[in-house]
């Protein structure tokens, strides 16, 4: 009886303590880095990483969305920063991804439309 129960709290325990979904996100952090981890340990519907070795700027852009619309683009540069914008559409990532020179199309497209 006492292996049935723990095997039960282990299972409920497991289900429960994952992963946050997107919906539960607030809408201001404290911190830009207490956003980016809490938007890269939830559950999103769509979910995509590129690591961007032909880039000159760029070192690895991720993208999230909870709807498949918009997003979180988390952008990060061969420096070291961390960029994070919120409310990207899912067109404009996919212009991001396909785009042959990355800094551009992000100076151009994301840098001062999508802030965070």
């Known amino acids: 009886m006492k292996k049935i129960l723990f095997i039960f709290v282990l299972a409920f325990c497991i289900l429960s303590c994952g992963k946050k979904g997107c919906e539960s996100l607030q809408s201001k952090y404290e911190s830009q880095?207490?956003?980016?981890?809490?938007?890269?340990?939830?559950?999103?519907?769509?979910?995509?990483?590129?690591?961007?070795?032909?880039s000159s700027s760029i070192k690895r852009i991720e993208y999230y969305s909870c709807d498949g619309n918009q997003g979180y683009l988390?952008?990060?540069?061969?420096?070291?920063?961390?960029?994070?914008?919120?409310?990207?559409?899912?067109?404009?990532?996919?212009?991001?991804?396909?785009?042959?020179?990355?800094?551009?199309?992000?100076?151009d497209n994301i840098k001062d439309e999508y802030p965070y």
């Open 33 to 54: 880095p207490e956003a980016v981890k809490e938007i890269r340990t939830a559950d999103f519907a769509l979910k995509d990483v590129l690591t961007t070795a032909n």
């Open 74 to 107: 988390i952008v990060y540069n061969l420096s070291g920063d961390v960029k994070l914008h919120r409310d990207v559409p899912v067109s404009i990532w996919e212009g991001l991804k396909s785009s042959e020179f990355m800094r551009n199309y992000y100076n």
